[in-house]
Nanobody, 125 residues
Framework: QAPLVESGGGLVQVGGSLRLSCVASGGAVNSYITAWFRQAPGLEREIVAGISKSGGTTFYGDPVKGRFTASRDNANNTVYLQMDNLKPEDTAVYYC??????????????????WGQGTQVTVSS
């Protein structure tokens, strides 16, 4: 089984909502932080949101602050990304990533050890 498996992507209209899920297994379970990144065609991968293992610390990229919420269910090794008030510019492939490095920075891509396969989110206007 892949260390990280995302689900929940799809097609939604402007202003709609989606909830992404990321289930961890194997080495990805004992991570210090989990983050969501996204990548649109022709653009670099960017941080969307991050959450610490305890859930006590969260991080959000400027474009999604106030609209997206990261949460987790450690009993089921699952991290969620609730996305509300979606905009066309949110269209991208969304990736879940985890870091087993103590002190890892949410926004530094090279700090992450495991990546999911990605799930497509498309927001239509």
């Amino acid at each position: 089984q892949a260390p990280l498996v995302e689900s929940g992507g799809g097609l939604v209209q402007v202003g709609g909502s989606l909830r992404l899920s990321c289930v961890a297994s194997g080495g990805a379970v004992n991570s210090y932080i989990t983050a969501w990144f996204r990548q649109a065609p022709g653009l670099e991968r960017e941080i969307v949101a991050g959450i610490s293992k305890s859930g006590g610390t969260t991080f959000y990229g400027d474009p999604v602050k106030g609209r997206f919420t990261a949460s987790r269910d450690n009993a089921n090794n699952t991290v969620y990304l609730q996305m509300d008030n979606l905009k066309p510019e949110d269209t991208a492939v969304y990736y879940c990533a985890t870091s087993n490095t103590l002190g890892a920075s949410f926004s530094r891509i090279h700090h992450y050890d495991y990546w999911g396969q990605g799930t497509q989110v498309t927001v239509s206007s």
